[in-house]
Every structure is written in structure tokens, then in C-alpha cells.
């Protein structure tokens, strides 16, 4: 199918519907964004489990003083992968993949706009992320300059080896992908929305999609100007001798990487308020002020990278500082939607909704802990620190992955029109909660006294021992939590049982076609309902006052 | 200037804050729960989309609390005077006792090294072992100017307990200003990560009474029982 043909393909049956082909070559020649997206997704959670166990590793090898789990050179890079692998290949494809998959669907489009730039995008992003890791194949093993890549330290004269240069062209390739994907839905989400859907009748999570891939455009460019940094002084290692090339790194770095993680938050975000509509059996409350916040939070992130960079003495601190602590504002009306929707609710707690409610206290923790590392005063003393560490495993681990499981359990039915066992998803649920927890609290006390980031291992006279232990606890938490997780996907896949086409009750336009949605989305057997609202399957339901409440 | 006491100030201050929103956004949200109207079947949920009025009132609260925290976090910085050289030629009208003493700290892969201008006495290790780390010494009572550069990649010069922290580059010097108003012995750590022995990176910064100082830039050792 075509860009251009499926408007029409929408409205007027088909006479012989496509027979659809399942082998692998057709799912990777696929210009369906489901599939794509499908592929995304997958790819991510599989990456998720792989760079996932390198993060175990480390715990084991931090567990008490003076382990010997992992050669210094050995954990350097385990912790270089673990960070980049699970910001360029996991929560980043999680984020812009959710967005594939759904919002096509969300808008009562037929398909992406572009389809096939947009599996280029996902070959670049696999291709990506087999170059980075690669890296683990030569002899002097993957990169291990973290996973900001500093120069000088990321240059030959102190890195030699090819485990950089597989990193280099890993992150482009990824980061390119990335880019084309983003761009290709925000283009559906501007262009291709179906009759009746107008801008403000989107769904939240299409617009903090739209607000994503806005970011996206605005920031990965950078990222690959800082790859072409980072190769040009590779090649010419004089570049980094120079102060005006390394802290010139950084600035063009950062202004990727902190609009980055708002990417990796922004779609969770939709996702956590769809879900707490939905099992809230109600409109969400705050619609426009939310639409509002997302995008003026997109638009100042790209003012806040200094943050970074307070103890390099070469930022204007206090700008960034002013610009850092006014994001409290839109994120605070984003909790206001939240708790407002969940007071006077009807509320019900599937799996979809544990994940959603707790997301709500632990991505505080971390928005919070991250006011105080935007004020220079505290930042000279915590950055750098386990104290950071602990910060943003509570926004992207405790938060985001929350966020994440949420829009997981609630839409797998959705995709594969199979139910996931109710029992297992909330035992993953309570082994993540006490998990995530257990295992990020304690970094907050360690950095508070003295423990460096990225440190290989420790003394006995630190005194971090019991903090570390009880982390290193917490993360077997995560790691069976995890495990019943996979079994949980094994059995459903293996002993099906059908998804009925709206198993929630859910409000938005993915749940009106079928589970898994036809090639095109939506049939004569499942047309486009009415759209008069964000929420145009809520309108046609008077059992929850659904013709009540504004438009 | 005394980093400690300002961070204290600030992070205590946050604390309390951060801690009380917790509370209350903890407290909304267990209210929801157990409030729940699904024990009411009889009554629909809340249709209301939105409220405008509350909205604002919300959106115009939290510019408040953030205009509050800006300024928090601004003041303090101009404490701490920005933590760069600005500092020492505000300084540069005190009298001659008064005069900052300048460090010149040079990090590489992986330990210390420690110059003090006018003097030839130097300070360096090799970190390999707890034994083997720098000590570097400074006068108690007295502005010290830590000038802090690099010979190889980026490292920082974070002394946890004082909470004094500024990076390390090759082809530049940060400048940083700290009173040591006692004298003693603490711990510094390398915080930016530089490769393999990252982890070993730690020296001592110790502060002694003025003589004694003055006698360790001339014989370049302290005293046998110095006071520590």
C-alpha cells in the first residue's frame, strides 16, 4: 500500500480483502506502521533484557567492598552499554515506537505517513544497535567512556581501539533512525488525522506524542553533529587537545541530551493519563491545560542543557538554573490532570492501572530530586554523584518503565488480540514496585556521602557497603519481576485465549476496530466512530454520562 | 566560601519542600483510592473535562513556587560567587594576611599533583593504594584559590564532607575559593568519570595552622607531629 491510496481505501469495502503475510521477510519489507512499530517495540524489550543484565552484573559486582565480579576495564563497559543502550536503544525506540503503533490508530489513520522512510528508520535503529554492541566482539572490548562520551577521554589517545568507533557509528545509525521515525508520525499526527479529529480532539497520548516528536527534530540533529565531533577528533586526535573542542562537545551534546529525556518521559506520560481515564471510567480532567503543558514543556527543554555542565565552571549557571526549575510548571499541571482525573473517578485496578497509579508518587521522587540538581548550589556538591544516579533511575526506571508496563498491559490485547495472565502482570507489578525502590533509594544516601558515579568498585572504609547491598537486593527484585514478566508473554503466546476488540472499556479510537487491528486500521466491519471529542468512544457510552461533560 | 553550610542551607530548605508536595501529592492519591467511587455504584464518575478557574489558579501557584526556588537557588549561586574567579579579585582589596593562597591542582590518569607559586615545594602520588594518595595542604583560616586543571582527559576535585566540587579540563583552569575555618584532614574523590582507575582517584586535603604551612612551602614536609 501507498502513502496516497488508503483514504479511499478506508471508506469504500474492499472486495477481496489482502491476504495478510506473517513470514519474517514480510514483516521486515512491511510499510503497515503496526508492523513497524511491532518491530520496534520488540527489538527494544529484547535490548530492555540484554542491557538489563549488564545493570545486574554491576549490582553484583557493588554488592560489598572489593568484589572481583568484573575487571575495572570489564565494568566501564558494562556501564557505558547499560547507559547508552538503554537511552539510545530502549527507552528512546520504546518512546518513538509507542507512538508508531498507536497514533495512526489514535487519529483514524490508515497508516504512518511515509511508511517506507519510516522502516528505514527501524533498519538504521537495529543496525544501530548491533554496530554499538558489536563492540563486545573485538579484542579490546565495547566502549568505556560512558554514555556522554566525553572528549578527550572518548578520543584515540586515551580509547584506542575499534569498541569507540563501533559506538560512534552505533549511536549515529540509531539517532538517525530515530530522527525519521519521529518525523514521519508527527507528519500523520499534523496531516493525516481522519475526518472530525481535529487538532483538539487528539487523544493525550497522540499529543504527548506530537510534543516527543517535536523534540526529537529539535535535539537528535545535535546528536549527530556531536557523533561528527567525536569521529573528526578520532581521526585527528590534536582536536581535543584543544578546550574549545572538548567543553564545545558537551554543549552540543547536552542540547541533544536533555531534550532526550523528555522523549524518553513524554509518551508515558500519555500513556499513564489514557489508562487512569480509562480505569478511572472518566473523561480526563484537565485536557487542554495538559495539551498546553506538554508542548511548553517540549519548547523549554530546549533551553535547560546547561544544567549538565554547572560544575564545568564554562556554563552561564544561573540561566540554566532559571530556565531547569520554571519546567515545575507545566510538570505540575501534568499532575494536576493526573490526580484531578483519578479524584471522582470509578476506579478499577487491572494490571494496566497498578502501573499507571504508581507511576504518579515515583516519577515524582524523581521530578523533585531533579529541582535540586537544577539549583547550582546543591549541583556542586551532588553531580556526579550516586546522588544523580538515584535521580534519573527513579524518572527513567521507577517513571518512565512504569509508564511503559502501563501502556504494555493495556494495549498487548490491542495488538495481538491476546490476553496477558492478569495474576503474573501483577506480580510483576509488586516485585518492580519493592524492586525499583530498593534498588534507587539507597543511591540518593550513598551520593549524599561521598560515592562517585561509575566507580568500578569501593573499600571497605567507604562505609557504602549496607547501601549497596540493599540496592544490589532490590535489583533481584527487578530481575524476577522481569522474569515473570517474559513467562507471562510465553504462556499467552503459547496458550492463548482471544482478546475481545475492547477488553477496557477504552475511550479512544484504537478501540473501536478490531484486536489486532485490520491492514488499514479501521473496515467496513469496524468503521471510524463519530469523533466530537478526545475521548469519542466515552461520548457514545450514557452508562458512564458519557454524553455529559464538555467538548 | 563555605560551601558546606550554604548547600545545608539549600538542600535542607528543598528537602522540606520536596518532602511536603510528596506528602500531599501521596495524600490526593491515596484519597482517590480509598475514596474510590466504585464502592458507590450507583453514582457516575465525574464528566467534568475541565475547570479553568482552578487551572489558572494552579498554573499561577506554581510560577509563584518556582519564582520562589529561582530565586533560592540564584541567591545562593551569587553566595558561593558563582564558584569561579570572580571571587578572588572581589578579594583582591584585603589586607596582605588576608590575601588568597593559590593551589595549583593538577589531575591526571590516575592520581594528584599539587604546586604551590613562589614555592618549589610540590605535592603528588600515585593513588595505586590508600597509602599512596597525595596529600595536599593548605592553611587553615586563610582564602584558598584552588586553580584546577588537567594533563590528560576531564577529571573533578570533589571533596564530599566540605561539599566542594569543581572539574578538571586539559587547556583550561577552573578556579574555585574555600576557607578552611579549622584544621583537619578530608577526603577528596575524582567524581568525573576517566577511565580505567577512575575508582582509585582519591587524595587528602589537609589544613594546618599558618606556620606550620609556611614551614611546609619551605622544607616541603610538614612537621613531624603536625597538627591534623
Not at chain 1, 178 to 205: I, Y
Not at chain 1, 500 to 510: C, I, R
Not at chain 2, 194 to 201: E, F, I, R
Request: with cysteine; hydrophobic share 50%.
Amino acid at each position: 500500500m501507498t502513502a496516497t491510496e488508503p483514504r479511499a481505501a478506508v471508506e469504500e469495502p474492499q472486495p477481496t480483502p489482502r491476504r495478510v503475510r506473517t513470514t519474517v521477510l514480510a514483516w521486515v519489507t512491511s510499510t503497515d506502521h503496526k508492523r513497524i512499530g511491532l518491530l520496534t517495540l520488540g527489538t527494544a524489550v529484547v535490548l530492555m533484557i540484554a542491557i538489563g543484565a549488564l545493570a545486574l552484573t554491576m549490582r553484583a559486582q557493588l554488592a560489598q567492598p572489593q568484589l572481583d565480579v568484573l575487571s575495572p576495564d570489564r565494568y566501564n563497559q558494562f556501564f557505558t552499554i547499560h547507559g547508552s543502550g538503554m537511552i539510545y536503544l530502549v527507552m528512546t525506540p520504546f518512546a518513538i515506537g509507542l507512538g508508531l503503533y498507536l497514533v495512526p490508530l489514535q487519529i483514524g489513520a490508515p497508516n504512518v505517513a511515509a511508511p517506507r522512510t519510516t522502516m528505514l528508520g527501524y533498519w538504521l535503529y537495529l543496525g544501530g544497535a548491533v554496530t554499538m554492541l558489536s563492540g563486545f566482539a573485538t579484542s579490546s572490548g565495547a566502549a568505556d567512556h560512558g554514555w556522554y562520551a566525553y572528549p578527550p577521554l572518548a578520543g584515540t589517545r586515551f580509547t584506542p581501539g575499534p569498541g569507540v568507533d563501533l559506538w560512534i557509528a552505533g549511536v549515529a545509525l540509531a539517532g538517525l533512525g530515530m530522527l525519521l521515525m519521529a518525523a514521519t508520525v508527527l507528519w500523520t499526527a499534523l496531516v493525516k488525522r481522519t475526518r472530525g479529529m481535529t487538532l483538539l480532539r487528539m487523544p493525550v497520548f497522540s499529543w504527548s506524542v506530537v510534543a516527543t516528536n517535536l523534540m526529537c527534530i529539535g535535539a537528535f540533529p545535535s546528536l549527530l553533529v556531536a557523533m561528527g565531533i567525536l569521529a573528526a577528533g578520532r581521526i585527528e586526535p590534536d582536536l581535543f587537545t584543544q578546550n574549545a573542542w572538548n567543553i564545545g562537545y558537551q554543549h552540543v551534546f547536552w542540547f541533544f541530551g536533555h531534550p532526550v529525556v523528555y522523549v524518553m518521559f513524554f509518551p508515558f506520560v500519555g500513556a499513564v493519563a489514557e489508562v487512569l481515564a480509562v480505569f478511572g471510567a472518566r473523561r480526563y480532567f484537565g485536557y487542554r491545560i495538559t495539551v498546553v503543558s506538554l508542548l511548553a514543556f517540549a519548547a523549554l527543554s530546549m533551553s535547560v542543557w546547561g544544567h549538565h555542565m554547572f560544575s564545568t565552571g564554562q556554563a552561564e549557571n544561573d540561566y540554566y538554573s532559571l530556565t531547569s526549575i520554571l519546567l515545575l510548571v507545566p510538570a505540575g499541571l501534568e499532575y494536576f490532570g493526573f490526580l484531578a482525573t483519578l479524584l471522582g473517578g470509578r476506579l478499577s485496578f487491572p494490571t494496566p492501572m497498578l502501573f499507571a497509579v504508581a507511576f504518579v508518587p515515583q516519577f515524582l521522587i524523581g521530578g523533585l530530586t531533579g529541582i535540586m540538581i537544577a539549583t547550582p548550589a546543591v549541583d556542586y556538591q551532588v553531580t556526579d554523584s550516586y546522588f544523580i544516579v538515584g535521580h534519573w533511575h527513579y524518572t527513567l526506571a521507577a517513571g518512565s518503565l512504569f509508564g511503559f508496563f502501563a501502556g504494555f498491559y493495556y494495549w498487548f490485547p490491542k495488538a495481538t488480540g491476546l490476553q496477558l495472565r492478569e495474576r503474573m502482570g501483577k506480580a510483576h507489578f509488586w516485585f518492580w514496585l519493592v524492586g525499583t525502590n530498593a534498588t534507587f533509594l539507597p543511591m540518593f544516601w550513598l551520593g549524599l556521602h561521598g560515592m562517585p558515579r561509575r566507580m568500578a568498585s569501593y573499600l571497605p572504609q567507604d562505609g557504602f557497603g549496607t547501601a549497596n547491598l540493599i540496592a544490589t537486593l532490590g535489583s533481584g527484585f527487578l530481575a524476577v519481576g522481569t522474569v515473570i514478566f517474559l513467562v507471562d508473554l510465553v504462556v499467552s503466546v503459547r496458550r492463548p485465549r482471544r482478546a475481545p476488540d475492547d477488553p477496557w472499556g477504552g475511550f479512544t479510537l484504537e478501540w473501536a476496530t478490531s484486536s489486532p487491528p485490520p491492514p488499514q486500521n479501521f473496515d467496513p466491519a469496524h468503521p471510524v466512530p463519530p469523533i466530537r471529542s478526545y475521548a469519542p468512544l466515552l461520548d457514545l457510552r450514557p452508562d458512564l454520562g458519557g454524553g455529559r461533560g464538555r467538548r | 566560601m563555605d560551601y558546606r553550610r550554604v548547600f545545608d542551607h539549600v538542600f535542607g530548605l528543598q528537602l522540606w519542600i520536596a518532602g511536603g508536595v510528596f506528602v500531599v501529592v501521596a495524600g490526593l492519591l491515596l484519597g482517590a483510592l480509598v475514596f474510590n467511587r466504585a464502592r458507590r455504584r450507583d453514582k457516575l464518575p465525574f464528566a467534568a473535562a475541565e475547570h479553568n478557574a482552578i487551572e489558572i489558579a494552579f498554573a499561577v501557584f506554581l510560577g509563584g513556587a518556582a519564582a520562589f526556588l529561582v530565586w533560592l537557588s540564584l541567591s545562593n549561586n551569587h553566595r558561593l560567587d558563582y564558584g569561579d574567579t570572580l571571587a578572588v579579585a572581589q578579594q583582591s582589596g584585603l589586607p596582605a594576611g588576608q590575601q588568597p593562597v593559590r593551589v595549583d591542582v593538577t589531575a591526571f590518569q590516575w592520581c594528584w599533583s599539587a604546586a604551590y607559586p613562589g614555592s618549589t615545594t610540590t605535592v603528588s602520588g600515585s593513588c595505586a593504594t590508600p597509602a599512596d594518595r597525595p596529600v595536599i595542604v593548605v592553611p587553615q583560616g586563610r582564602p584558598v584559590e584552588f586553580a584546577i586543571t588537567s594533563r590528560d582527559v576531564a577529571h573533578a576535585f570533589w571533596i564530599p564532607d566540605l561539599a566542594l566540587k569543581r572539574d578538571a579540563y586539559p587547556d583550561h583552569v577552573n578556579t574555585v575559593l574555600m576557607t578552611f575555618p579549622e584544621t583537619g584532614q578530608w577526603l577528596g574523590r575524582c567524581s568525573e568519570y576517566c577511565g580505567t582507575y577512575h575508582k582509585d582517584m582519591d587524595f587528602f586535603v589537609r589544613a594546618v595552622p599558618p606556620e606550620q604551612y609556611q614551614a611546609f612551602l619551605q622544607t616541603g614536609s610538614l612537621p613531624a607531629r603536625a597538627a591534623a
